[in-house]
Nanobody
Framework: QVKLVESGGGLVQAGGSLRLSCAAS????????LGWFRQAPGKEREFVAA????????SYGDSVKGRFTISRDNAKNTVFLQMNSLKPEDTAVYYC????????????WGQGTQVTVSS
């Protein structure tokens, strides 16, 4: 089982940027598909982005396309989410997650990091 710990959240003004990191331990990092999800108060969890084991396949949720970039460094067991042009509606708790394959269920989750975008 992979253990995931997110960091990098905080308060930022609309139009600003943040970079989230997710450090993994406990398993072979490079064998996992990694994803970012978010959940705002009173809303369902939303898919943000995913990246394949090698980084050659990437997917984004429609609401973040063109603004967010997911990447990973398998040597450092870390996945990143670069968030640019942030909007107040991006405010949420952001979670890192791991899946054993691209179409597999995510079965490892971090504790989340809060991102707040002020208008």
């Amino acid at each position: 089982q992979v253990k995931l710990v997110e960091s990098g959240g905080g308060l930022v003004q609309a139009g600003g940027s943040l970079r989230l990191s997710c450090a993994a331990s406990g398993s072979i990092f490079s064998t996992y598909v990694l994803g970012w999800f978010r959940q705002a108060p009173g809303k369902e969890r939303e898919f943000v982005a995913a990246i394949s084991r090698s980084g050659g396949r990437i997917s984004y949720g429609d609401s973040v396309k063109g603004r967010f970039t997911i990447s990973r460094d398998n040597a450092k067991n870390t996945v990143f989410l670069q968030m640019n042009s942030l909007k107040p509606e991006d405010t949420a708790v952001y979670y890192c997650a791991a899946a054993p394959g691209w179409s597999k269920e995510y079965d490892g989750w971090g504790q989340g990091t809060q991102v707040t975008v002020s208008s």
